[in-house]
């Protein structure tokens, strides 16, 4: 199996670099000019605006930080491409718990990850558990409520269906 190093999708890059060029273009300049604007009009110490653009400065150059770590030396792989009945990067799945509960997840980079969205990173408990793993596998996932088992119901990757081997 190749290592990875800092996998993403597409679509979670275009996102991510999206973000990264408005903070840089436009909200960082902005929250610049307001401090300037606000620093000429004298006392520093009580001027409400000049003490809330000096700290959303700080906050996006904080976030700028952020996304340029996870947009550096990034593998887009692209999910459609992959043909492996075991689940990795770019993979749908579904698994039930112990109590019955059934869920989806698809695995994406470490920056895209997004719960409402049904999307886990690939480093987090659930995919470093379920990863390598096939339909019909069970497995036990380490949270911090305690372990539980789950097996694997289904796997995809971009609309194409595994089928379980049997």
Known sequence: MKELVNPMTREGYDI???EHRKLIEEDRPKMVDNMATAAAEGDRSENAEYIYSKKR????????????????????????????DRIEFGATFT???????EK???????????????TISWKSPLARAVWGKKIGDVVSVERPAGDIDCEILDLHYAGRRMSPKV
């Open 16 to 18: 991510i670099a999206e």
């Open 104 to 118: 989806t997840w698809t695995i994406v980079g470490v920056g895209e990850s997004d719960v409402d969205a049904k």
């Open 95 to 101: 698994v039930v718990d112990d109590n019955g509960i």
């Open 57 to 84: 400065i700080r906050e996006i150059d904080k976030r700028l930080r952020y996304l340029t770590t996870l947009l550096k030396d990034v593998e887009i792989i692209n999910p459609q491409n992959i043909r492996s």
